[in-house]
């Protein structure tokens, strides 16, 4: 048989299952982080001494790599300032990360969302804006969360809402676009699942409006965890791979 179709199924009691992965973004999907992203960026566009946007603003562009948030809100701006901003907002999330015992909270019923879902035999992946060192200090905060075959972060390659983070994180679980779920809050997260061809699934408690996520492509908008654990194993079955 074909190694690839090999990497890509399961033998379950002699019959060969497809795989089902299930990606999520974190900020405004599994994690409440937009006050402190809001009160870095603020902070950040102040230091350098240009007009502080407006927590609406900031909270547009929550889900984009950093560089480009930041050049999507600053307008017309030099490559030196734009990366002297990129550069203060970092300080100061490092700072605000290690003055505080606790990271960032989950939304409420994510963990059981995810312990769930990993029982009933989904992969589960991770795609998003964050760097890869901000990232394991969040799952490091939150230890035991869930465990994650494949992740796509910021300093993979270029940001959503282009293709290429979903494909990575598809390509190393080993799972077809058919067989994928993206779940997440943000216009950004919707179009780079339509542009795969994956399943685009909106969060309704995130950054970005219900109106706007199916704007984008959503095929459905979810109001909780619950409801979207209910969703995907409707939509996305597993056929009981344990």
Partial sequence: MDSAICHRCKVNWGKIVALKLVVFDIDGTLVDSASTIIRCMSSAFSESGRDVPSAEAIRGIIGLSLPEAVGHIAGAISPQELGAIVASYKSLYLLDRESRSEPDALFD????????????????????????????????????????????????????????????????????????????????????????????????????????????????????????????????PTEGVS
């Fill in 109 to 236: 019923g994510a963990r059981v969302c995810l312990s769930g879902l990993e029982a009933d035999g989904y992969l589960l992946g991770i795609a998003t804006g964050k760097s890869r060192r901000g990232l394991d200090a969040l799952l490091r905060g939150h230890d035991g969360m869930a465990r994650f075959v494949a992740i796509g972060t910021a300093d993979d390659g270029p940001g959503k809402p282009h293709p290429f983070m979903l494909e990575k994180v598809m390509t190393e679980a080993g799972v077809m676009p058919e067989d994928t779920a993206m779940i997440g809050d943000a216009v950004y997260d919707m179009q780079m699942a339509r542009a795969v061809g994956t399943l685009a699934v909106g969060v309704a408690w995130g950054n970005h409006t219900a109106e706007a996520l199916y704007a984008a492509g959503a095929q459905t908008v979810v109001p909780s965890f619950a409801a979207l654990t209910t969703w995907l194993r409707r939509a996305l």
